[in-house]
């Protein structure tokens, strides 16, 4: 069965720190991976996404992710975290044979000025 | 162009009832997802509707129904309800297809902000 891990359930950084948030996928075929960020009081919205070629992708607001098919991971990363990025993040994995998109639990980043 | 929508925005309802949550999608988007979310276990898959049909299915009880309308308007209902459905419930809409699909077709879900039922 299709399923999605995320390392970290509570991240805790002060502003100018880098951040990386750990996912990795569970699926025997090829997947389609995005991030999605879900800021206070807010509704879901995409922050980057991969589907080929290149597996370093870039997002919005500066958020990169790394596609390591030997490792079944994508991992979000940005350089240096400002506290507007106080929210919680869900990486969600589909398979290209018409899978739903399934996500992690999620991770809450928590930034301090 | 208008985002997902979703009607109510909050309810309250308690054990042994049944709830009905609607889902309009963006125009032009034939496809509709249910997630459940709550604390701790994020976004749970509930089902997906394209033209009607349910495409995929979670793993919820028969409690959990849906469908999908000729406008691609969706519904999800919960019957016999219990303290643990207490959740936010999110739709979200999509172009349908796979990756190399149609014109257009990014694979990206938009979400709604989601119908908060509180069962008491």
């Known amino acids: 069965a299709q399923s999605v891990s995320q390392h970290n359930h509570h991240v805790i950084l002060s502003e100018a720190a880098s951040l990386e948030l750990g996912c990795n996928y569970s699926?025997?075929?090829?997947?389609?991976l995005f991030w999605y960020v879900q800021y206070p009081g807010q509704h879901l919205q995409l922050l980057l996404k991969y589907f080929s070629g290149d597996p370093l992708v870039k997002g919005i607001k500066g958020f990169e992710a790394e596609f390591i098919k030997s490792k079944f991971s994508f991992n979000l990363r940005k350089p240096s975290v400002q506290w507007s990025d106080t929210a919680e993040y869900f990486c969600?994995?589909?398979?290209?044979?018409?899978?739903?998109?399934?996500f992690g639990k999620g991770t809450t980043l928590s930034v301090s000025s | 162009k208008a985002g997902v929508t979703q009607t109510p925005r909050y309810l309250i309802k308690t054990r042994g009832q049944q709830v009905t949550l609607s889902c309009s999608p963006i125009?032009?988007?034939?496809?509709v997802s249910w997630y459940q979310q709550t604390p701790g276990q994020g976004l749970q898959f509930l089902f997906e509707y394209f033209s009607e049909t349910q495409r995929n299915k979670g793993n919820f009880p028969g409690r959990f129904s849906g469908r999908q309308f000729s406008n691609s308007r969706s519904e999800m209902n919960v019957s016999t309800l219990e303290l643990g459905d207490s959740a936010l419930y999110l739709c979200?809409?999509?172009?349908?297809?796979?990756?190399?699909?149609?014109?257009?077709?990014?694979?990206?879900?938009?979400f709604g902000e989601g119908s908060r039922l509180t069962v008491l």
């Open positions: 125009s032009g988007h034939r496809s």
């Open positions: 979200a809409s999509s172009l349908p297809g796979l990756a190399g699909g149609p014109v257009g077709y990014t694979g990206e879900l938009f």
């Open positions: 969600a994995s589909r398979g290209l044979e018409g899978t739903a998109l399934i």
């Open positions: 699926y025997g075929g090829t997947v389609n």
